[in-house]
């Protein structure tokens, strides 16, 4: 009974285990197989062809485009998301009147669906009858419609803006948290101390945010990065495919030319890519003090023996 009792939490989760396994293991070994095997358009595998496909994919121009147009488009939007959110976090973490309203306003856009702002932007930036050409015109910064979507520079822009738009009410959130945990004791000792706000900000808020920056930066990226609605919705990857990411390429290949193994292969190289950043991500942001993360350790022993003796 002991033995069946010491084993008890494994035998309740392992259903879940297993189901997790199954549904997220099985896709990606289906993905990694067909990226081994050449198969038709229907998905049926015909034969082996060992790394064929991505020689097939590492030789195409527009993949290795696509490749640096996701590294601009994830570090883009992932960073001006992070820059914008943490004083936009600051903010609604103060004590004013109507701080309900405006955390409410932050995350409206977070209950829209990722399509449907995708639509309603597409309608804004639209050449003929667009609000935004309208607004220019109006306010005389422009003379005629522009079509926004038709050039590659502005229309690529345009998406990031977007991208860090629809991703801030997210990371918002994470930052809100983070400081809410922070206590105000420590802000009124450096107030007694003389400290200026950017010091307050350097040496309190920054350090005892860093673990939800690590959450917002890995979460975004894994978000950002995958993003298929805004930019297919938007620009379908065009104009010549200068507004390409991965996902949408691989989408490309799959159901537009019917090419399933290169879409495979163009996949696997994503998943690795996701992998490779989180490992060197995590080595960077890991505890380089670990003598001082275990002396706090032992003094946070101490105090809760104290405690308990106490009692």
Do not use: C
């Amino acid at each position: 009974m002991k033995r069946i009792g010491k084993f008890s939490p494994y035998l309740l989760i392992a259903p879940s285990f297993f189901l997790s396994v199954f549904v997220i293991g099985y896709p990606i070994f289906d993905v990694v197989r067909m990226s081994l095997f050449k198969v038709n358009r229907f998905g049926k595998l015909q034969k082996f062809n060992g790394f064929g496909n991505f020689t097939k994919a590492f030789s195409d121009d527009v993949f290795l485009q696509t490749i640096g147009q996701t590294a601009i488009w994830t570090v883009s939007v992932v960073g001006g998301t992070v820059l914008l959110s943490i004083p936009i976090a600051m903010i609604l973490n103060e004590d004013f009147y109507g701080r309900s309203v405006a955390r409410t306003i932050i995350l409206l856009p977070w209950a829209v669906s990722l399509a449907m702002t995708a639509v309603v932007w597409t309608w804004v930036v639209n050449g003929d009858f667009g609000t935004l050409n309208m607004t220019l015109n109006s306010l005389g910064l422009m003379d005629g419609n522009y079509v926004w979507l038709a050039n590659a520079d502005a229309a690529f822009t345009i998406v990031i803006l977007i991208g860090i738009l629809v991703s801030i009410p997210f990371t918002v959130t994470i930052f809100l948290g983070g400081l809410t945990s922070i206590p105000d004791t420590l802000y009124e000792a450096a107030m007694t101390d003389g400290a200026s706000g950017w010091k307050r900000f350097r040496y309190i808020t920054m350090p005892l945010l860093k673990p939800f920056t690590q959450i917002a930066v890995v979460l975004n990226v894994i978000y950002v990065f995958n993003s298929f609605p805004l930019i297919w919705i938007m620009t379908n990857g065009g104009p010549a495919n200068q507004t390409d990411i991965l996902i949408t390429y691989v989408y490309k290949q799959a159901f537009r030319f019917g090419k399933l193994d290169k879409a495979a292969a163009g996949s696997v190289v994503m998943f690795a890519m996701l992998v490779i950043f989180t490992i060197l991500y995590f080595y960077i942001t890991r505890d380089k003090h670990p003598a001082a993360k275990k002396a706090k350790d032992a003094d946070d022993a101490v105090l809760e023996d104290l405690n308990v003796s106490k009692a």
